[in-house]
């Protein structure tokens, strides 16, 4: 299945990231949404996402391996491409954008956002087909990793 989500990550306190050919990024203790699409097999994009094991190749990627980040709550629907971007709009409505993160294939000002919570995600997604809520433990430890897309519906 292609589609579009948004990872809802947590970062328990400030932190300097490396991102990619970004550079260094600072970021605020808080709530981030980032918006992503797969083209391909969706499931298998959010399963990368959530797993410790994995090389660096989206920015995403640098920021979900800081210490204190923690992946809390996904939403994922089926669409194509474009829907990517028209969310990350509404997001920019909602949040602080993180310039230039995640749009590097886009015109958009940013993938990511700041945000004050993520209530609003469940309405702005349509018909979400993944909602997980509250991770147990860091992400990417390996015993509460979930080994398929369907632990982590399972797990909502």
Known sequence: MRGVYVLVLSLSRNVVVKIGALGN????KGLYAYVGSAQKNLEKRLMRHLSKVKRNFWHIDYLLEASHARVIAGFATESDKSAECRIARELGKKGLAIEHFGCSDCNCLSHLFKIDEFDFLEELMPSPSFLRHEVP???????NEPTTFSDCRQRV
């Open 25 to 28: 990024i600072r970021f605020s």
């Open 137 to 143: 433990g860091r992400i990417g430890q390996v015993k």
